[in-house]
């Protein structure tokens, strides 16, 4: 029988499958995307005019590319968009030409400070062309006259997003968004994709209390566009996670929304300390991925951003040196496993009323001692019907329990569902 694969090594699986296509922040690569996620999860697929007006910004042109090359006069290929999607400049617009490798330098783009990394580049907004390539290949070409073609089209079209949704117990709504604009880069980029569709589908085994809406888009304009499209029900969002570079070997970091105190940064901050997993937690800043979007003054969302190492934060971001061998089915799984973590929380983090606030009521003659019987946490969990009858005044929610108490969140949780059910508290 061959062994069980992990959520972990699905993931990379799906990594993988991605990695070759060429993602812009529209174009048939976004689409190709999409269609694989959607063998995952079912997507709901939107496709937004060229010259559609979202907020300050509206929707470029749609662009596709069928080929692109450097050859020398001999007709070798020196520079391949076949062999990887990084060697074109995102957006390129159509070139056939010949020139000098003189005049050619002016378009080309390296890493020179490492020389065998082809770098990601893009100019959406601006009309442009140009590959990236090693800084080795450069070095190596010498002068002459070399062919170059981009063959790509920049015409109205259509920007494409899609949503996922796992219903809840109420339509509250948590939006999970990760990006799917970059071509091939696995952390920045196709791990976050994985990471949100794994979680999807684990959410979807149980009902959770909140309805989950998960969002794959384009960065920036993709998230400007979602926002747009849905202003007028912004206020069913409660909160929020944007996640992205989620695969590398690097500790956790949690960026905070622009509130810092919103319910989303509060859980995060909580479930990481009390994993005890070495990680980080950030302040808010207006760059970065899409919770500078959401978070904008106007929408002021509770979104905060899950990564391993932040974006520009390791040497291979944005490079050929962020492929698959770069993220691991480990990391992954580590990351799913606080999203899973954090949601559980969020989920069960409701303010009670005591309905015995006169007093202790007495819990052993409705047996909730009795309960306890023979459990090692005895001690802690009967310890956790005390806080949660002494906060159970409409204010708190079981989070400030657990952390005013110092006690486990679980437990503080199980309590709070025992004391429910003995009718001494209510939602």
Request: net charge negative; glycine share 8%; hydrophobic share 40%.
């Amino acid at each position: 029988m061959a062994p069980m694969t992990t959520a972990g090594e699905e993931m990379h699986a799906l990594v993988e499958r991605l990695y070759p296509l060429c993602r812009s922040i529209t174009g048939d690569g976004v689409r190709a995307t999409l269609e694989i996620v959607g063998e995952y999860v079912p997507l709901q697929v939107h496709e937004v005019p060229t010259g559609t007006q979202v907020l300050d910004w509206t929707v470029p042109q749609e662009w596709n590319i069928r080929d692109a090359y450097i050859a020398d006069t001999a007709g070798n290929r020196v520079v391949d968009f076949a062999a990887s999607s990084l060697h074109v400049l995102g957006y390129s617009v159509p070139v056939s030409r010949t020139m000098p490798l003189a005049e050619l330098r002016e378009h080309l783009h390296t890493l020179p400070d490492h020389p065998a990394w082809v770098p990601y580049r893009t100019s959406y907004y601006t009309p442009e062309w140009g590959f990236c390539l090693a800084q080795e290949t450069l070095d190596a070409l010498p002068d002459g006259d070399y062919e170059v073609c981009v063959d790509s089209t920049l015409a109205d079209g259509h920007l494409t997003y899609a949503e996922h949704v796992v219903p809840g117990q109420v339509t509250d709504e948590v939006i999970v968004s990760c990006h799917v604009c970059h071509p091939s880069l696995a952390n920045d980029n196709l791990a976050g994709i994985a990471v949100a569709t794994f979680l999807a589908r684990a959410l979807a085994e149980r009902t959770p209390y909140y309805t989950y809406r998960f969002i794959y888009a384009p960065g920036t304009i993709g998230a400007i566009t979602w926002l747009a499209r849905n202003a007028e029900r912004i206020d069913q969002v409660k909160h929020g996670l944007v996640l992205a570079c989620a695969g590398d070997s690097g500790q956790l970091t949690y960026k905070q929304s622009r509130r810092g105190d919103a319910e989303i940064d509060r859980v995060l901050r909580h479930v990481l300390a009390a994993s005890e997993r070495p990680h980080h937690v950030n302040e808010f800043t207006p760059y970065g991925y899409d919770e500078r979007q959401y978070c904008s003054p106007g929408f002021d969302l509770g979104v905060g951003s899950l990564s391993r190492t932040p974006y520009a934060g390791y040497p291979e971001y944005h490079t050929s040196a962020d492929n698959p061998d770069f993220v691991s089915p480990e990391a992954m799984a580590d990351t799913l496993a606080v999203c899973r973590e954090a949601f559980a929380v969020l989920d069960r983090n409701r303010r009670y009323v005591n309905l015995s606030p006169y007093g202790e009521p007495q819990l052993g003659r409705r047996g909730l001692y009795d309960s306890l019987g023979g459990r090692s946490d005895a001690k802690q969990a009967q310890m956790a019907m005390l806080w949660v009858l002494s906060l159970a005044d409409g204010e708190h929610g079981l989070l400030d329990v657990a952390e005013r108490s110092g006690l486990p969140f679980d437990t503080v949780a199980a309590a709070a569902d025992a004391l429910h059910g003995a009718g001494l508290i209510k939602a």
